[in-house]
């Protein structure tokens, strides 16, 4: 019998996942980190590595929509905010418009009566 299929017998095929079924062969066999330790580093590497890319794709599209010829001086902290807000943000049909522009013309108008208070103190 095969070895993989020898660790894998009282593993449902149904639940099967990458991390899961590793966790499972080290749980069951105490000697196979000794026995073979150059696949005990192949699977550390195998966990660490993401394997789908399409998150980081779509972050680098987003990052060139945000940061294109017309905004090339944009700083990295505000890209960054920019960025973690469209990535863990609400999507388009969920903002609510009114409270976001209420929420800035509050801003705003703080802005306006601390440089009115900076320029009288001058």
Request: hydrophobic residues 40%; positive net charge; glycine residues 2%.
């Amino acid at each position: 019998m095969r070895i993989g299929q020898f660790y894998l017998q009282s593993y449902k095929i149904q639940e099967f996942k990458y991390h899961e079924c590793w966790k499972h062969i080290f749980d069951t066999d105490s000697a196979f980190i000794t026995n073979f330790p150059n696949i005990k580093k192949l699977i550390q590497i195998g966990l660490i590595i993401p394997l789908p890319n399409a998150n980081v794709e779509r972050i680098f599209s987003q990052q060139k929509l945000l940061k294109n010829k017309l905004r090339n001086k944009m700083s990295l902290e505000s890209l960054h905010r920019f960025l973690m807000i469209l990535i863990n943000g609400p999507e388009l049909e969920e903002i609510d418009y009114k409270s976001a522009y209420e929420y800035r013309r509050f801003i705003m108008k703080e802005r306006r009566f601390e440089n009115i208070d900076d320029n009288t103190n001058m």
